[in-house]
C-alpha cells in the first residue's frame, strides 16, 4: 500500500465493519494491530493506522461517519 493515501485504500465495507464494532465497543482504541486483528481487519491495517492511530471511541466515530458519508455522496 502506498502512503499518504489516507482511508482511500480502505473499502466502504471494511469502514462500515471497523464503524459497527465501534459501536458494538468490540473495538478498543487507541487503534492497534492486534485490536484490528481481533477484529478481522488486519488485511487494512496499514492505512487504517496511519490515518486513525491515536483517536479516542469518539474521534474514530467521527471520522468514520465522515468519511462513509462522503464516498456515499460522490456516488449519489
Known amino acids: 500500500m502506498?502512503?499518504?493515501l489516507g482511508l482511500t485504500e480502505v473499502s466502504e465495507q471494511d469502514l462500515v465493519?471497523?464503524?459497527?464494532v465501534v459501536h458494538?465497543?468490540?473495538?478498543?482504541?487507541?487503534l492497534?494491530?492486534?485490536?484490528?486483528?481481533?477484529c478481522g481487519l488486519?488485511?487494512?491495517?496499514?492505512?487504517?493506522?496511519?490515518?486513525l492511530r491515536g483517536l479516542d471511541d469518539?474521534?474514530?466515530r467521527?471520522?468514520?461517519?465522515?468519511v462513509l458519508a462522503e464516498r456515499r455522496a460522490e456516488d449519489a
Open 62 to 66: 467521527a471520522v468514520l461517519v465522515c
Open 42 to 51: 488486519q488485511h487494512c491495517a496499514e492505512p487504517m493506522m496511519a490515518a
Open 24 to 30: 458494538q465497543e468490540q473495538l478498543r482504541t487507541p
Open 2 to 4: 502506498k502512503r499518504g
Open 32 to 38: 492497534s494491530l492486534p485490536e484490528l486483528t481481533r
Open 17 to 20: 465493519k471497523a464503524l459497527k
Open 58 to 60: 469518539a474521534g474514530l
